[in-house]
Structure formats: structure tokens, C-alpha cells
């Protein structure tokens, strides 16, 4: 039995639910401070377990590694800022279309347009009745993270490209660390008053990078890239689970319309593109 569909769904519940635990942490270390410390942790660990031969790289992998932390950052920061004031769930089904995105202008197919109306449908709903509690200024943010995400998919390609393995994601989450440092230092200072902060904030980075990252591996040595990617359409509805379950956070049906078509939408272009020869769009690091 192929235990690989299982272990991408476990992935994904890790995920959004490390991402629920860390907004636990929020009035302690600040939105920026749970990302300075879970991003640095994250880089730490995985240099360790990945240990990238960095002398062999050229300089255009330096480039895009670099790059590619930038982007790292900024999907993480934004996305904080942005569930400060707006469900769990409502950020990720936001932020998704920029992978989305990134699917769907890679072909000109007809059945592609269909995808990202169906997706454009889901957002507008956000957009034109957000409710009191999903203010505009963090659908703003997530949508601003999804711009980010889908640089991430861009120049994860092309880190890939140039460096063997996976070599380049300790590199790049540090990179993230650094962008992250003048943002989270005053919020993640508190972990100096108070060290079982750092505690939360290993699990959340155990939880939402170090563990998913592991159980994707393995997964992808025995499911094809399609099937990765309709799992990984999945996060928006694990995100608005988590947020129930850990937050408190109910969204309001007009969220829950969005989030479907937002799914649907991710999971039919990872469909067709596959069906089409064409690699469907990872998902980005949360």
C-alpha cells in the first residue's frame, strides 16, 4: 500500500496548524518576532540535517538563493501581518493564488481560463463582502504574501536548477532569517525574559517547516508531482480547520463559498496541467 497520499495529508495538517500554533504566540513575540524565530530555527536544523556543499556553487546560484530568501520572507512576514487581523483560513485561501497564478499562465489553454475565473470568483466574494471580521487591509497582506509565493515557486526552479539536492533551502531560510532580523528582534526578544517562549516557537518551526519538509521528501520519491499538488490544494481548507479547532476563528459562509473555489480551482489546473505533460506549481514554504 502506497502510504504517500497519506503522508502528504499529514504534511499539510502539520502545516496549517503550526501555522494556528504560532498565532497563539503572537501577543508574545509579536507576528514578526514568530517568524524571525521560527525561520532562523528552521535554517538552523535543516543546514544540519542537509549540509549544502556551498564551495561548489557559482555565483548565479548564490544570486537566486538569495533571492529566493527574500521571497521566503516575505511570504512569511506578510502572511503574519495579515493573521493578525484575519482568519487563518481567509489568509491562505488569499495568498494560494499566487502559486495558482503561476499554473495557470503557463499554458493558454481554454479549460485554464475557466480555472482562474473560478478563482478570481472565490477571491472577489472576499473582496466584495469581507465581513466585519476580515478587515481589507489583510486581504491586502495575503494577497501581497501570494504575490511572494508565487516568486518563491519561480526561483525555487531556479535554485533548483543550478544546485544539486536541496542544498539551496537551508541557505535560503537563512537568507529569510536575516531579511526577518531588523522586522521580529524587538517581539522575539521576549524569548530572553521568558525561554519557554523558545520552546513554542521550535515547535512551531518543527511543525510548520522542519516535519512538513521531511514528510514531502518522502512523499514525492512515490506519488507523482500531480498528485503532490492536488494534496497541496488542500491547505486552505486545513488552514480554516486549524483555525477553528485552535483559534476559535468561524468564518462566515461567503469565506467558506471562497475557500472552495479557491481549492477547486487549484486542484482542477493541477489536474489538467498534469493530464497536459506540464509539472503542476509547488506549493510555497509556509
Known sequence: MNAAPLLMLVSVVSIQFGSAVGRTLFDDLGATGVVLLRVGISALVLALLVRPRLRSWPRAAWRAACLLGVSVAGLNLLSALAMRTVPL????????????????VQTRRLLDLLWALLAGAGVALLWWHPGPSVPLGGL??????G????????????VGGLVPGVGGLPVSLTVATLVALPFGATGASAVVSDPALLLGAGSVALLQTIFPYVLELLALRRIPTRVFGIL????????AIAGLLVLDQHLTSISLAALTLVTLASAGATASHAAAGSEPAARPRR
Open 232 to 239: 497541496a490544494s488542500l491547505n486552505p481548507a486545513a488552514a
Open 89 to 104: 483560513g481567509v489568509v491562505v485561501t488569499v495568498s494560494f493564488l499566487g502559486p495558482l497564478t503561476v499554473a495557470l
Open 147 to 158: 504575490a511572494c509565493g508565487a516568486g518563491y515557486i519561480l526561483l525555487t526552479a531556479r
Open 140 to 145: 491586502g497582506l495575503a494577497a501581497l504574501a
